[in-house]
């Protein structure tokens, strides 16, 4: 029998014991060594020992440390009970610090303010709701279901007012879509170094709520009706104009987010989701829908959400979401560490539909090869692919471009500048370059 075989139940042998008891002894002596470091620093000092040594020795004992929890020891978590299971809300490992929101430093809460979700350290399609995207116009209000309501008026022929309980009481729906923001990115530098700076405002979940077209034929549409002009709650009145065909389509009173009720800094306790469209028009926070026979003209669709052209024209209502698609393994600020085959990873959407293919170059665009689609294949939600590719040490530029199923292609920055100026600041949805240096390193291939 050898040291780490088992005589009985719960019993080592002896010497694997002493073995376990001589690490347990010397880790402990580290431990100590680190609380009086203070006091050795002073002496070491009268001794003429430099305190840089002191840091090194310090450096090599936590190496040393992190060792003795590699094969074939036994590491420290195994021979110990872990923590309770007394959370009453799971959180990540706090060894994933790095998986956040970012907030913009331009935008100031509560004035106006956004963060992005870390897409280069996700996977799959769906976003967690801790990571998904925000944005708002006046900070997040605090509402209680209890006290809020929805008021329906305007060209029906039944105006009416709903509680939060009498909305969930309708039939309800669970469809996956994704949010993205007009703005996600602007056309103009500076770029940003990740997949988050790059395209962070794009997110996607399982939204449960009720079709905004079961309220409507409850209430009963007057034939005049062509727009609704809804309006949240917060302190902005956010306000956007749907056209009546969109709303008796696809526009959804959501209420719950991948399976639990809104967060506030989503809308909670009921927001409007229109899938496929610019994300400021699915309104949060949701509290008055006016049906009109005309758009509102609101501040938000004048003064923000249209598209300035070279000419000086602005392309007004411009609703959809284009094809398009960024790789986020590997991406800005990653590293790859070998020569060899690896995998590139990313997603891609489209306003339109389904994503009917994604292709990748390694050439800078040069050539390109289709990438394998992650089923399921949802309309107007994230589609993952993954590709395999060999690096052998060179300078390369990765990217992705993405195609749906009204035939539309992902266009380059060039094509787009080309078309709309430089003035534009919403709908970039250009082909993103990751340049990957002789060193393995990821930078935006735009800088």
């Known amino acids: 029998m050898n040291d780490n075989e088992v005589s009985a139940p719960g019993l080592i042998e002896p010497r694997a014991q002493q073995r376990e008891q001589a690490i347990a002894d010397k880790r402990s002596t580290r431990r100590n060594f680190l609380l009086h470091s203070s006091a050795i620093v002073t002496v070491a000092a009268t001794a003429g020992v430099t305190t840089e040594a002191l840091a090194n020795d310090a450096a090599k004992d936590a190496t040393a440390d992190a060792a003795a ?51 280069q350290e996700l996977d799959g399609a769906i976003t967690p709701n801790g990571l998904f995207y925000e944005r708002h116009h006046a900070g997040v209000p605090q509402i209680d279901p209890a006290e809020h309501r929805l008021m329906l008026h305007g060209l029906v022929k039944h105006p009416l007012v709903f509680t939060m309980d009498e909305i969930r009481q309708f039939p309800s729906v669970s469809p996956i879509y994704f949010l993205e923001c007009s703005g996600n990115p602007s056309f103009l530098p500076p770029y940003g ?27 009963g549409l007057k034939k005049e009706a062509k727009w609704i002009v809804a309006e949240g ?78 000419d000086g024209r602005a392309r007004k209502f411009s609703f959809v979401m284009d094809c398009k698609s960024i790789i986020t393994q590997p991406s800005g600020t990653h590293k790859l560490t070998r020569k060899g085959t690896h995998e590139i990873r990313g997603i891609a959407w489209s306003g339109h539909g389904k994503i009917t293919a994604v292709d990748i170059s390694t050439d800078g665009g040069n050539t390109w090869k289709p990438a394998t689609l992650q089923e399921p294949i949802i309309s107007k939600a994230l589609t993952a692919f993954r590709f395999l590719f060999d690096w052998n040490g060179d300078e390369q530029i990765i990217m992705s471009r993405a195609v749906d199923e009204t035939g539309y292609v992902q266009p380059s920055l060039e094509q787009l500048i080309e078309a709309r100026g430089t003035v534009s600041f919403y709908h970039n949805n250009a082909i993103q370059p990751w340049k990957i240096a002789t060193t393995g390193e990821l930078t935006n291939g735009r800088t």
């Open 69 to 119: 929890n590699l094969p074939p020891n036994i590491p420290k978590w195994t021979r110990s009970l872990g923590s309770p299971t007394a959370s009453p809300y799971g959180k990540p490992s706090s060894y994933e610090n790095k998986t956040i929101r970012n907030m913009y430093p331009g935008l100031k809460e509560p004035m106006s303010a956004y963060s992005t979700s870390p897409l």
């Open 193 to 219: 170094k990740t997949a988050a700076e790059v395209a962070g405002l794009v997110s996607c979940a399982q939204w449960t709520g009720v079709p905004l077209k079961t309220l409507l034929e409850h209430a």
């Open 233 to 310: 709650a917060d302190g902005a009145a956010m306000t956007r104009s749907i056209p009546i065909e969109k709303c008796l389509d696809d526009v959804l009173l959501a209420y719950s987010q991948n399976g639990e009720r809104l967060r506030p800094e989503q809308g909670y306790p009921i927001r409007l989701f229109v899938p496929g469209y610019e994300g400021n028009m699915s309104i949060k926070w949701l509290r008055r829908l006016h049906v009109t026979d005309q758009p509102g003209y609101t501040r938000e669709e004048t003064g923000k959400y249209t598209d300035l052209m070279a």
